[in-house]
Structures are given as structure tokens and as C-alpha cells.
């Protein structure tokens, strides 16, 4: 695989690099000049990492996550498909995150942004998986680091089946964000809409506080989500930003105290560092007859916030139009 470079004043980024990660399992490091990276790892198509110009990780990933297929990789970014969760007959979250994907040398054009230089495409296609989800498919990947930091995730699913059927599914990009003190984080956008409490048999509700607070284990799929959210970590002084494309639904996660303690690969007190909120479609599952092509986008970026009454500042570029997803 080529590896971009740049040179100017004896610097040299190494834009995309392949090397071996933790177990000798194949990973991607993309790099941007002014220092921040993102890590791929080809087992699942996952982001294990993503870090700021200071080096910062914006990600959260277990001290206990394993990295030995066939067990998943507990943090970062999962790609859960054909299924979330146990809504269906697969494996939790489906097969996507524990099979191994190709690196996509020819992927069909797509809209490039020629800013953007560090970047890879991966393609999942399908093989054993016929055997439980007996459909063809072919998944791409794009993940881009841009110049300032952003990361961004599309994906580009395809029916091939040469049969004539049809095939449905659910989608997540289960995005793990690293926070400080889980009690001092709040999520902005999500006030005053419906969602399936997964704590309470997926009964449905509507949101009634001004924004999402942690103070017990959450596990809720909000529906018909605005195109942007904000998670704010009060005690870092830190915004992430989560602006998506084709996911109407935004998962929001955090297990707690008790929860943690049963999961193998987390650590007991790891729930105070972590939440996600997910990027899906899950409540109106997609369906693509043959030939047709789904795609969806999340895009992340980390900035400094201001926290004044507990709002997000207006002057934020989080609350302009300018990422063309409005």
C-alpha cells in the first residue's frame, strides 16, 4: 500500500502508515501535520484510537479490552452490522467488528474533500457469514483524519445478491468517547425527544430534562435525532461534537457501577471514563433491495468549551450549518 508523504522544513508526516499493532494484529495509523492521529485496526474495521495535536486520547478504550479474534474489542469505535444489539437472531451487534477487513485499493469515487490526505478505505465483503446471514454484501469503509483533528466514518453498504432478494438491517457506529468524570459530562440536542428505555423492556418515553446528566446506568435509543449532538466534559473543559448523515437514531450508554463489575473486559471503576452515544438506525431497520446502496456518515471533532449555565456556548461552530448535514 503507497504511503502518503510531506515534506516542508525537514518535516515529513507520514500521512497513512501500515504496521502491526498489539498481537501482531495489522492496524492503519493516520497522521496529520499538525499531530493528530487516529489508529485502525483491519480486525473489525475498528478505531481504537483517535488523539489530538497535544496527543490527547479522545477515545476510551478498556484496560481490559482483548485483542485476540474472535473476541471483540471492548472501546473505540465498533461497527455494529447487520444487527444492534439482540434485535434479531446473530451475535450481538453482528459480525462486522470480528472479521477481518481488506484494505480497498480501488474503491468507486466518492466525494473527496482534497484537503483530506490521511485517510484509508477497507471493504468487508461476504464469506463465512453467508452461513448466518445468508445474504451477498459488500461493506466499505472510508475513515478520514482531517487537517484539524476531525474524525470522520462513512459507510457505504451495497446488496449484491444475485438471487433477486432483498436484505434488511440495523446499523450503529458504537463510539466510545473518553470523559474525565462521567458525573460532570451532560449531552446537548437529545432534550425533549422519545426514546426506548433498554432498562425497562425498550418501553418508550420522552426526554424531560434540559440535557442528559449521568448519575445511574443508561441504555436509551432516542429517535428522529437532530443531525448534531455535543457531549460536554465540564471538568476538561472539552466539547466533542458528533455530526451525522443517514443515522436518525442516537444510542446513549453507560453501564455504572454495578453493570461494569459483570463485564469480563472492563474495569470495575472504567464507567467513570467512558460513555457512548452511537450514531444509528435501529428503530426503522434499512432495507436494500439488490443493487441499491446505503450510506452513513458520523463526523467527530473535539473542541474547547465554554460551560456558562450549563449551555453550550452559541458562537460554537457546533451550532452552524457550515459541515453542509442541516
Not at 98 to 120: L, Q, V
Not at 150 to 161: E, G, H
Not at 285 to 297: H, Q
Request: aromatic share 10%; glycine share 8%; proline share 6%.
Amino acid at each position: 500500500m503507497s504511503v502518503g508523504t510531506r515534506r516542508g522544513m525537514s518535516l515529513e508526516t507520514k500521512y497513512v502508515e501500515l504496521c502491526k499493532g498489539i498481537n501482531g494484529l495489522d492496524k492503519i495509523i493516520l497522521r496529520e501535520v499538525r499531530g493528530c492521529s487516529a489508529e485502525v485496526y483491519l480486525y473489525g474495521g475498528h478505531v481504537t484510537s483517535w488523539k489530538n495535536e497535544h496527543g490527547e486520547e479522545l477515545l476510551f478504550v478498556s484496560s481490559k479490552a482483548i485483542f485476540k479474534p474472535p473476541k471483540t474489542i471492548r472501546g473505540g469505535i465498533p461497527i455494529c452490522f447487520p444487527q444492534f444489539s439482540n434485535l434479531g437472531s446473530l451475535e450481538p451487534h453482528g459480525f462486522a467488528r470480528t472479521r477481518f477487513w481488506t484494505i480497498d485499493n480501488d474503491p468507486p469515487p466518492f466525494p473527496i474533500n482534497s484537503s483530506n490526505k490521511a485517510f484509508i478505505d477497507l471493504i468487508l465483503k461476504h464469506s463465512e457469514d453467508v452461513k448466518i446471514w445468508p445474504h451477498r454484501y459488500e461493506f466499505r469503509l472510508r475513515i478520514t483524519l482531517g487537517p484539524g483533528g476531525d474524525l470522520m466514518l462513512t459507510s457505504r453498504i451495497r446488496n449484491t445478491n444475485i438471487d433477486g432478494k432483498s436484505f434488511t438491517f440495523t446499523f450503529a457506529y458504537h463510539t466510545y468517547f473518553h470523559v474525565t468524570d462521567i458525573s460532570e459530562v451532560r449531552v446537548e440536542g437529545l432534550e425533549t425527544l422519545d426514546y426506548l428505555d433498554n432498562l425497562k423492556n425498550r418501553e418508550r418515553f420522552t426526554e424531560q430534562g434540559d440535557a442528559i446528566v449521568f448519575e445511574s446506568e443508561v441504555d436509551k435509543v432516542y429517535l428522529s435525532t437532530p443531525t448534531k449532538i455535543a457531549i460536554l466534559d465540564h471538568e476538561r473543559k472539552r466539547t466533542f461534537e458528533l455530526r451525522k448523515d443517514g443515522l436518525p437514531d442516537a444510542v446513549v450508554w453507560n453501564p455504572w457501577d454495578k453493570k461494569a463489575k459483570t463485564i469480563p473486559d472492563l474495569g470495575d471503576d472504567e464507567y467513570k471514563h467512558m460513555l457512548c452515544v452511537e450514531a444509528a438506525c435501529v428503530e426503522k431497520p434499512i432495507t436494500l433491495k439488490p443493487g441499491e446502496e446505503w450510506r452513513g456518515r458520523q463526523e467527530l471533532s473535539a473542541v474547547p468549551s465554554s460551560y456558562c449555565s450549563g449551555q453550550l456556548d452559541p458562537q460554537r461552530a457546533f451550532l452552524s450549518d457550515k459541515f453542509g448535514l442541516a
